[in-house]
């Protein structure tokens, strides 16, 4: 007679022999002891945010593009003659609206100049006020936003509010009504100078709102500890990790003041007509728009294409630096 069991309370006996035929599976035992699997390689240097934000940046095909437009317009900018030997004022009437030939490929304006020549020297300009206005604004708006957001109280209150101000102006139109008073020397300087006198709210902004999410971080207070300053506390410690967001936004801010001088350019109180720069051949084509599209579409497009190199290398820029993009 088979031997029988009872599985649970109120059920009826099994017997042993229907069990007896059941294999039972075994995971294999992990050696490894947790010394092992917790070590942290001593011989490597740490990762840090920047080596972290670099490998990602490498792995993206916006970055390498974006790198590469911004490239190309530097070296038209800093070296115009290695891609033209054409004088850009040299122009003659009898060339004038004339069609692509050898030399020359994107033809003539209605002067007779070299749309070429133009285009390519006219990256100098823009670039130049671009560079100059980012780096301007950077200082400034750096500056003020750190010093709000790390002493807090009357200079949070003072600095704020003069922030405010300047951010109720707007800044196209703020810059018309000041370039009023260079009209008889209006340089790359002049316009730069008056782009960052209205441009640096937004950076001041961001600054000090990264500065006061780090000033009360552990490390701050273990260099506080130790007997640092508190203003080689915001310059060793504070302002390295809150850089991320600040220059994500000066990346996407020189395209902005590209275009801003190319504005100013476009209504005829920025650069004089004697600067070669893309906003003023844009305005001087607008008389031929229907007739001879191609003069306006050269330094336009290659207007279009700076900025959008700039704003593909802040959005690169920003989802590489991104703690939130990073963990996903």
Not at 118 to 137: C, D, F, K, P
Not at 215 to 228: E, H, I, R
Not at 315 to 320: C, G, H, N, T, Y
């Amino acid at each position: 007679m088979p031997d029988i069991v009872h599985t649970g309370p109120g059920a009826g006996p099994a017997p042993v022999t229907a069990r007896r035929h059941q294999e039972h599976f075994f995971a294999e035992l992990d050696e490894t002891g947790l010394g092992a699997v917790d070590a942290v390689a001593e011989s490597g240097a740490p990762s840090s945010m920047w080596s972290e934000a670099w490998a990602k940046l490498r792995r993206r095909p916006l970055f390498w593009v974006s790198a590469a437009i911004i490239v190309l317009v530097l070296a038209l900018a800093a070296f115009p003659q290695l891609f033209t030997s054409q004088d850009p004022k040299f122009c003659q009437l009898a060339n004038s609206y004339g069609e692509p030939t050898a030399g020359h490929p994107f033809g003539y304006t209605r002067q007779g100049c070299d749309i070429y020549a133009r285009t390519i020297y006219g990256a100098r300009a823009s670039v130049t006020v671009g560079v100059l206005a980012t780096l301007a604004v950077l200082i400034i708006g750096t500056i003020i936003g750190a010093i709000a957001g790390f002493f807090g109280g009357w200079f949070d209150t003072i600095l704020s509010r003069i922030t405010d101000i300047f951010f109720a102006i707007p800044l196209v139109l703020a810059a018309i009504v000041v370039m009023q008073i260079f009209s008889g020397s209006r340089t790359s300087v002049t316009v730069a100078a008056v782009l960052a006198s209205f441009g640096w709210t937004q950076i001041a902004r961001i600054t000090r709102g990264s500065v006061m999410s780090v000033k009360n971080n552990d490390y701050v207070t273990a260099a506080k500890s130790l007997g640092v300053s508190r203003t080689a506390a915001l310059a060793r410690h504070i302002l390295p990790n809150a850089a991320a967001p600040i220059i994500v936004y000066t990346t996407v801010a020189l395209g902005t003041f590209i275009v801003a001088e190319a504005t100013l350019s476009f209504l005829g109180i920025g650069l004089p007509p004697s600067v070669v720069s893309w906003g003023g051949d844009i305005q001087q084509a607008q008389t031929a728009l229907r007739s001879q599209p191609s003069v306006l579409f050269y330094p336009a497009g290659a207007l279009a294409l700076t900025v959008l190199g700039f704003i593909m290398m802040g959005d690169a820029v920003r989802d590489a630096l991104d703690p939130k993009v990073r963990q996903r």
